[in-house]
């Protein structure tokens, strides 16, 4: 009887432990689930609420008023041709300098942190740092006057040379945030098997063709991680933009900071938030479909 007793006992035992093992994951990510429930779905819920609320009624006058807004259409070419020119900047220069650590044999751990600095400095410092370069008294403009190459200080930044400005808030955020895509892709290449390189090799294949036949096909779910986060964060550029040139280079989240703080109008603040959030999940979304990758070609 006792025996039994025993067995019993044992046998619960081990339904407990297979229970404790199956809520394990859960209660870990628990913690996880309740910050992001707080801080991000019940704001997140609000802002939606709020971008359909207009004098405490329900309606679309805030996303109205958002598409008569004067700056809206410049805002939405604008921060659309800085994804343009800056995505595919980024990438291609994060994907050349990662080859380029894979071919290091001593330094490469070095060369890793030089590169990743700009990570540790904010956006607002970032663009802070450039205006100190293309202002009128600025570095740029000092080192070509002494060098003859202009007569006096030469004003980038400004609304009549909106080129030059451009240019200028391409080049900080490709300092700025370039580090974030190569951080990503050098995870990613580190993970190829060397035996498909050295196998290649063996075939006589071209650094051409191992790069094109090999490293990009095994490279695409890092590179669609890296286009959805980079994308995700170039929508929402502002700080680089409005220390470099304030109101004369219009962006989304730019209006979105003007309509809640200076003209007090949370409503419409809030829809171009939503506005943002949706143009990234269509991104997102594009990425996902675009650079699907089925298990069964990976390594």
Known sequence: MSSITS?????RAKAELKVRAELLPYLLIAPAICFLAIFFL???AQTIALSFTTGGAWSFG???????DLNFATAIRDTFMLVIAVIPLQVALALAM???LQKLTRGRDIVLWVWTIPLGVSDLAAGLVWLAILQNSGY??????????????????????PVTLFIGVVLAEMWRATAIVLVILVAGLQLIPKEFGEAADIFGATPWTKFRRITLPLLKPS?????ILRTVLAFEVFAVVYALGGRNFPV????????????????VAAAYAVLIMAISLAA?????????????TLP
Do not use: D
């Not at 067995?7 to 046998?11: A, I, L, M, P, Y």
């Not at 590179?223 to 286009?227: D, E, G, P, R």
């Not at 989304?252 to 409503?267: H, K, R, V």
């Open 140 to 161: 740029l403009n000092s080192a070509l006057f002494k060098l003859g190459l202009i007569a006096g200080p030469t004003a980038w930044l400004n609304a009549e040379t």
């Open 284 to 296: 997102t979304f594009i990425y996902l479909k675009a650079l699907r990758t089925r298990p069964e």
């Open 223 to 227: 590179l669609q991680s890296a286009l």
């Open 42 to 44: 019940v704001p997140f």
């Open 62 to 68: 805030n996303y109205a008023r958002m598409a008569g």
């Open 98 to 100: 990662g080859m380029m």
């Open 7 to 11: 067995v019993q006992k044992r046998g």
């Open 252 to 267: 989304i989240t730019g209006e979105a900071f003007l309509w809640q703080n200076e003209n007090q109008n949370y409503g």
